[in-house]
């Protein structure tokens, strides 16, 4: 497994074993996964490009607080409707409003990350990928709803999962919409010392 050098550990801000995943692929296995608490409410006319980029960096800060001599990555992925940022689903009525906005039309799927240095270098990118969902019926959407694979989902939805099936056509990063795009974060590391293949 790669890592940064012995004097700089790496730290995964997040709780998600989605990006653990992920950054797996690349050969990379963090010293440290720290799950960070930050406001995740989106200012006052935030659009859901500058929401993505905006968290992702104060994950990475937060989680500097707490280890300040490691490698920071962090990540935040934000799905948007227009200008509007669709919220994580936490119950079924939230979940449903989600599902029912997407429904046949497109949308737009931000994921930004952050490295941050312990120098105070902070690192950034952001992927964005356009989505197009399938006109549900609400035979499918209770069929998704029941299976719970929305619980704690940007938008409502993960497209590793059944909702994939929805997906007539994606453009983009199909790792950015999971929740850590690969290509942006492998530059990122490689740009912060990490080596990579």
């Known amino acids: 497994m790669s890592a940064p050098a012995a004097d700089q550990p790496l730290v995964l801000a997040s709780a998600s074993p989605r990006r653990l995943e992920l950054l797996a692929r690349l050969g990379v296995k963090p ?6 608490d930050i406001d995740e409410s989106p200012l006052k006319g935030e659009l ?4 993505a980029v905006r968290l992702a960096a104060a994950k990475a800060r937060a989680a500097a607080a ?21 919220p994580k689903a936490e119950d079924e009525a939230t979940a449903r409003q989600c599902l029912a906005l997407l429904s046949g039309r497109r949308h737009r799927v931000f994921s930004a990350i952050a490295v941050l240095s312990p120098d105070g270098t902070l690192r950034e990118a952001l992927s964005e990928t356009i989505v197009r ?16 694979d929305w619980r704690g989902k940007a938008g409502g939805y993960a497209i590793q999962g ?16 999971v929740g ?8 990122l590391l490689r740009a912060a010392g990490v080596a990579l293949g």
């Open 48 to 51: 859901p490009r500058a929401h």
């Open 31 to 36: 010293d440290r996964v720290l799950a960070t």
């Open 133 to 148: 969902f399938k006109r549900l019926s609400a035979e499918e959407m209770e069929a998704y709803i029941a299976g719970g």
């Open 66 to 86: 707490l280890a300040p001599d490691a490698l920071i990555l962090s990540g935040d992925t934000v799905v948007g409707v227009g200008r509007r940022i669709l």
């Open 162 to 177: 059944a909702a994939e099936g929805f997906c007539q056509w994606l453009s983009g990063s199909h790792s950015g919409v």
């Open 180 to 187: 850590l795009p690969l290509y942006e974060t492998r530059r």
